[in-house]
């Protein structure tokens, strides 16, 4: 699936020096590139009956309703501190720059709900890994997690070991 890399743009240093950040408002944009990434979501996924899609705060929200749209889904967001109005569980994690904390709505997800979390990276695993443990936490059941990106070198593949990971662009 290494045709999408072309939609994406590389900028160096950001958000600090030393960091290669992988821009994806270039695939947003394109209305082609933007229909083969939700299409490959839900074909990826169409077979584990997902009740909720999870959207992590804030790049997984430009896709994770579409996606769940299109699989007959709720869509629940994943947020950072302080972001949602109403009673939230939360969990801390590390990231590969610093660390950082999400959150959700405690009745966003019932008990045996099964659960679909896509986002638009995945590097070390961190802030997957702490979404997987708070659905978890709440009850619900993950049936995969699905990124654009995967940064390989960082093994974020190690930290959501025992789950369903697909990625359609890999680094």
């Known amino acids: 699936m290494d045709d999408l890399k072309r939609y994406i743009r590389e900028v160096p240093d950001f958000p600090k020096p030393g960091i290669l950040f992988y821009d994806i408002t270039t695939l947003l944009k394109d209305p082609g590139a933007l229909r083969m990434t939700v299409d490959r979501f839900v074909w990826m996924f169409a077979a584990m009956h997902a009740d909720k899609v999870i959207g992590i705060d804030a790049r997984g929200f430009m896709f994770a309703p579409i996606v769940a749209y299109n699989l007959n889904a709720g869509f629940v967001p994943v947020r950072k501190p302080g972001k949602l109005p109403a009673s939230t569980a939360g969990n801390s994690y590390d990231l590969e720059y610093g660390s950082d904390r999400v959150e959700v709505h405690e009745d966003a997800i019932e008990r045996g709900e099964r659960v679909l979390i896509i986002d638009d990276l995945l ?19 993950i049936v995969g997690l699905g990124f654009i990106c995967e940064l390989t070198f960082l093994d974020g593949r190690e930290r959501l070991k025992g789950h369903r990971v697909e990625s359609l662009i890999q680094y």
Request: glycine share 26%; no cysteine.
């Open 123 to 141: 590097a070390t695993g961190g802030t997957a890994g702490a979404t997987a443990d708070l659905v978890s936490d709440l009850g619900g059941e």
